[in-house]
């Protein structure tokens, strides 16, 4: 069933175009992920489908039956409410519901009523039937999902009676989601809703709308996030929209795969219409070969033009050097405490760096991660404890509040203000690589977007050319490819790099170890984000063996079938996984094998004795390959 159509919708503010002609549908159960750059239009379609803004032309076609949920950007729950009569508010249907059956109850129970036995069984018929529905809607379990989402969504520690309105931003924003995701609307519209969440809290995110009932249609810069939900992305560009089947890295996959196949049509069509064009022009006017040279140019001019594919849009394309290399020992923190009014962040803290390491810190808001950077960098002076920098060790830090950039200046001059003896042409070429060309460099700082105050802090700390970066969530206020072309910077970069982020992707592309704050403590894991989640795992198996083993004999047996049933359990849904896995690699093959087949009819390859060949002999593997999963199949199938 579709949920959502959206046909070819425009919109423009005043001459801009921003949507031109956009095609979107998003059918029941789809997990739908829209990307572009930072400016392509995502949020403007959504407030659209959502009717916060009005389209110049095209279509919204929601079913009337359809209920959709709308989470915009910064978007707070604004509630003199507190948080437990907020949520119950999602539930007012069922609360109604509750009251009446309470009602018939106590109708029920009157002398009267019992006495006269044809109403009785009226009110019993009308009782039975509501309850029935209430059970239904989840009458019996909306406080539990209420505690359940509220718990999940990092409020198990707040008192419910707390009113909203006394609430951080960040706080109003996810108890906005936590609203939304009660009510559980068919279509459930979300624009970037891993803003303001830790780890822990984006993984139970995850896991919630992984087995969400209804559709969802998502914008978001959390790439991994991405890989676990989405079953298509459509990409938003140029003003229109294309559809890629899978997740976000089998949309980049497939998007470089299609422009290659795309680049490599337009060229051969070229080659062949340079041909033909070189012929007419050299035998058009000889009497010997004008007839051949008239029959080329009417087969020129019945060639059905292909247009050249579109070039990636401009990209900034940076890199990171180093003045100086350092000595093996880069960065020693010993027995660091830090308190703010006498509350300690963390204590007895210690943390060592070696050359060419970079180390990814990780953990709850509020864990001290940020603080901990402040104190390596000196924006702030520890309580108790050394830092001590290695020889030749130069710090750039970046922090995440660096992006906030309040400056009058321009932005030629608050890049060239700090580095003077770099000739003007040699700043505008900096900037040039971070997409500031011509009167853009003229732009108050005070002016610039959160992405661009972002690609100019990164510019500033390029030129410092430092061989250990402090980095504090560097990917924030970046769009998908800005963080693409920073990871490659940094994988690249010769130096040292210590850093914060909640991005999880950006994690396990840099990190070569993973270190976890928690409780004030830190704790090492030698590996990037995924090593440090199956560790994680691990341990806890490990504690829960331990508890098991302190268990009370009598007790035991039914800890250990329970244990052996979970077990089962999870061997099943893994076997699960992996039949829907194999089924989606047949269909893969299965295409594949007919795309290379109809492709050896075409003239042009089974002419080419060597390219058919090639083409048999991919043929043949892709069967082999196909029958190897058949098998795999049919053994799981047992």
């Not at 294309?242 to 089998?250: D, E, L, Q, T």
């Amino acid at each position: 069933m579709i949920v959502l159509q959206c046909v070819n919708v425009t919109k423009a503010f005043g001459a801009e175009p921003v949507l031109e002609r956009v095609k979107l549908e998003v059918s029941s159960k789809d997990r739908v992920s829209l990307v572009g750059r930072n400016g392509a239009g995502k949020s403007t379609l959504l407030k659209i489908i959502a009717g916060e803004l009005s389209h110049d032309s095209g279509e919204i076609m929601l079913p009337k039956d359809v209920e959709f949920g709308y989470l915009a950007q910064h978007t707070g729950l604004d509630s003199k409410r507190s948080i437990w009569e907020e949520m119950l508010h999602v539930f007012d249907h069922l609360r109604g519901m509750e009251k009446t059956l309470r009602s018939l109850e106590e109708q029920m129970s009157d002398p009267l009523v019992l006495a006269d036995h044809t109403r009785y069984e009226k009110l019993l018929s009308e009782y039975d039937l509501l309850q029935v529905a209430f059970k239904d809607q989840g009458g019996y379990q909306y406080e539990a999902d209420i505690r359940s989402v509220l718990a999940g969504l990092h409020f198990q520690d707040f008192d419910y009676t707390t009113t909203i309105d006394s609430l951080s931003g960040g706080q109003k924003t996810r108890l906005a989601l936590a609203k939304l995701l009660l009510s559980k609307p068919d279509l459930l519209i979300l624009d970037e809703p891993t803003n303001h969440l830790d780890m822990a809290t984006l993984s139970w995110l995850e896991q919630y709308l992984s087995g969400y009932p209804g559709a969802l249609l998502i914008v978001s810069h959390d790439r991994y996030f991405l890989d676990k939900l989405a079953t298509s992305v459509v990409e938003l560009s140029r003003q229109r929209t294309i559809r890629f089947p899978g997740n976000y890295s089998a949309y980049l996959d497939e998007k470089a795969r299609r422009y290659e196949q795309d680049m490599k049509l337009y060229e051969k069509q070229q080659e062949e219409i340079t041909k033909l064009e070189t012929f007419v022009a050299k035998n058009i006017v000889r009497a010997s070969t004008t007839k051949r040279a008239q029959s080329k140019r009417k087969q020129l001019e019945k060639i059905d033009r292909l247009t050249r594919p579109d070039a990636e849009e401009k990209s900034a394309s940076f890199s990171f050097d180093i003045k100086k290399q350092t000595g093996h020992e880069v960065l020693r923190a010993s027995d660091l405490s830090v308190a703010f009014s006498d509350v300690p962040v963390f204590s007895h803290l210690n943390l060592a760096l070696t050359r060419g390491e970079s180390v990814a810190m990780i953990g709850e808001n509020g864990a001290g991660k940020s603080t901990l950077l402040k104190a390596i960098a000196k924006q702030l002076t520890p309580a108790s404890g050394e830092i001590f920098l290695g020889s030749n060790v130069t710090v750039g830090y970046y922090d995440q509040e660096q992006a906030k950039l309040t400056s009058k200046k321009t932005v030629l001059h608050e890049l060239w203000d700090e580095h003077s003896s770099i000739a003007e042409k040699d700043i505008r070429s900096v900037l040039g690589q971070f997409l500031f060309s011509g009167d853009d460099v003229f732009k108050p700082v005070t002016a610039l977007s959160g992405g661009e105050k972002a690609r100019l802090a990164l510019a500033k700390l390029m030129l410092e050319k430092a061989n250990l970066l402090i980095l504090d969530e560097p990917t924030n206020h970046l769009d998908l490819d800005a963080k693409e072309i920073l990871e490659a910077a940094l994988i690249d970069y010769p130096g040292t790099i210590l850093f914060v982020s909640h991005d999880r992707y950006f994690v396990n592309r840099i990190a070569s170890r993973v270190i976890e704050m928690a409780a004030g403590e830190a704790t090492t894991y030698l590996g990037d984000y995924d090593y440090y989640v199956e560790k994680k795992a691990e341990m806890a198996e490990r504690a829960a063996l331990v508890e098991e083993e302190t268990v009370p004999t009598e007790s035991k047996s039914e800890k250990t079938s329970f244990q052996e049933d979970k077990e089962t359990k999870r061997l099943q849904r893994q076997k699960q996984r992996r039949i829907a896995s194999i089924e989606e690699e047949m269909e893969s093959l299965e295409k594949a094998i007919v795309e290379s087949e109809t492709a050896l009819t075409h003239p042009d390859i089974y002419s080419d004795h060597v390219r058919a060949a090639e083409l048999q002999k991919e043929i043949h593997a892709q069967n082999e390959a196909l029958e190897a999963l058949m098998e795999e199949w049919e053994e799981l199938q047992q």
